[in-house]
């Protein structure tokens, strides 16, 4: 009978060592749980920072290009007003060198402003890429984001599942005896 009474001995030492080794893997999960949850409200934060910069950029670039619209237009008007001073000029020499330099002086400003178009373009230009980039990085923001909240809901869909099995309640009595031994 000795034999038989130590198996059962050793089965319960077994069984204790299991469910010591299952309640040391929940506080494990529950650490876990417990780490990315400010993890999750960082990324929330940092989603709502980059929409935020997002409509910035976006209300930036659409400024950026009235001004370019206005730049254009005030080149157009400049070339009218240059034509409109060469006809001038054939029409009246008496004032070609007074007109001469007014003329020179509108195809300078003319070429300062296709500069500044340019300078405006190549702007705007970098600002679209940045919001590429940070629509990049929003999206993938998100996309972990989601991965995350996904894994916390399937750990604690774990955890409940695991405290509403059977062999959990079924086991509660020897987590009882093991607190009452401690």
Do not use: C, Y
Not at 127 to 135: A, H, I, K, S, V
């Amino acid at each position: 009978m000795k034999p038989a009474s130590q198996e059962p001995a050793a089965l319960l030492d077994l069984l204790r060592q299991q469910l010591i080794l299952a309640q040391v893997r929940i506080m494990e999960l529950e650490d876990e749980r417990d780490e990315l949850a400010p993890r999750l409200a960082e990324t929330s934060v940092l989603l709502a920072a980059a929409q935020t910069l997002a409509e910035g950029k976006v209300d930036e670039a659409t400024h950026l290009e009235k001004v370019r619209a206005d730049l254009q237009a005030q080149f157009d008007h400049l070339r009218h007003v240059q034509h409109v001073t060469n006809e001038a000029l054939a029409a009246a020499r008496a004032d070609a060198t007074r007109l001469a330099a007014d003329a020179e002086s509108l195809r300078q400003q003319g070429r300062l402003d296709r500069a500044e178009i340019g300078r405006l373009a190549t702007a705007t230009q970098a600002l679209r890429d940045m919001l590429t980039r940070t629509e990049q990085q929003l999206a993938e923001s998100g996309k972990i984001s989601t991965e995350r909240a996904t894994r916390l809901q399937q750990l604690d869909a774990e955890l409940r599942s695991l405290k509403s099995s059977r062999s959990w309640r079924w086991t509660a009595w020897l987590r009882g005896i093991e607190r009452w031994f401690k």
